[in-house]
Every structure is written in C-alpha cells, then in structure tokens.
C-alpha cells in the first residue's frame, strides 16, 4: 500500500536517486532547475510516496517569481518534479501526489505553474496557453508551460519567470 509523507521522511540521497532513476542523471540541465536554482522545496507542498517504507514516488514545489515587463513581481508555486520509480510508473502514484497538491493549493489560494504535458495535467487544473510567452531561463516548448491560476487571479502574458529567493526555506 502506498501513503504519502513529508519530503523529510527520506534522505536527500534517496531523493535524488530516485530523480536519476525516473529523468536520468543529466535531468539538472534541463530549464526547470534553471527556474528553481537557489531555492529550497516548499516543505507543504511536497511529498514522497512510499510502498511498504520504500520510496516509489516524490514531487517537490517550489517557490518562484514571475517578473512582469512593468517590473511588478508575482509570486508563485513551481510544482515538480513529480517522479515515479519505473518499476511503479502507471499505477496512479504521479496522480495521487498531483492530486493532493491541486488540492493544497485551491485551499491556500495559491497559483502555480510547471513544465509538463499538458494533456496529462489539464486534470489537475494546469493550463497551456495562457503562460506560453513567459521567457524562462533556458529553452522550452511554450505550450509546456502550464498555469494553474488561483480563483480570481489575473496573470499577465509576458514576463519572467525565475527562483523566489526572498520566499525560500533555506
């Protein structure tokens, strides 16, 4: 049976393993650590999944800024990555955790964002479209980058999308 826990539940090491498992070791190249980079995980906004004390799943959020072209700063939640073991890969956990983010965030009234497919992350609220003229620090797909807007937000088309530094846990 898989349950969820706080991210302090399981070594960073274990964590990171897992990361290299389900993206590869050359995942911290890819634009999303560039987004992050200086941050630490929102610690209620992150979990690992494991199955009978092993871990088999884990998502991180992070804390981020949009910068608009009129220098207003928007703060926001980057969430991801949400990775699964391969050997536990189509069994719901990436869904569960999802889930149970999307639901902390509609209780905080908290908007997020992530890079990610949006046919899979539309259940979840995440929008394509609306944020695919954010610049972000390294290259890719606009309609990857998904917004899952607070009730009542208003988020520009343009700006710049970088690592909250001043909302850090560090």
């Known amino acids: 049976m898989t349950t969820l826990h706080p991210l302090s539940q399981v070594t960073p090491a274990a964590i990171e393993a897992l990361l290299d498992a389900a993206f590869g070791a050359d995942r911290h190249g890819r634009t999303a650590y560039a987004v992050r980079a200086g941050t630490e995980a929102v610690a209620d906004l992150s979990y690992v999944c494991l199955d009978n004390q092993k871990l088999v799943g884990s998502l991180q959020s992070w804390p981020v800024v949009l910068t608009t072209p009129d220098h207003r700063r928007m703060p926001l939640i980057m969430v991801g990555p949400v990775a699964v073991t391969p050997e536990h890969q189509s069994q719901g956990i990436g869904n569960q ?60 088309t343009e700006g710049e999308l970088g690592a909250d530094l001043l909302r850090s846990e560090d």
């Open 97 to 156: 955790m999802t889930r149970v983010v999307a639901q902390r965030l509609d209780l905080a009234g908290v908007s997020a964002m992530m890079i990610g497919d949006p046919e899979y992350y539309e259940a979840f609220g995440f929008r394509s479209g609306p944020a695919s003229d954010w610049s972000l620090p390294g290259p890719v797909e606009p309609e990857r980058i998904l917004l899952r807007a607070a009730s009542g937000s208003q988020w520009p």
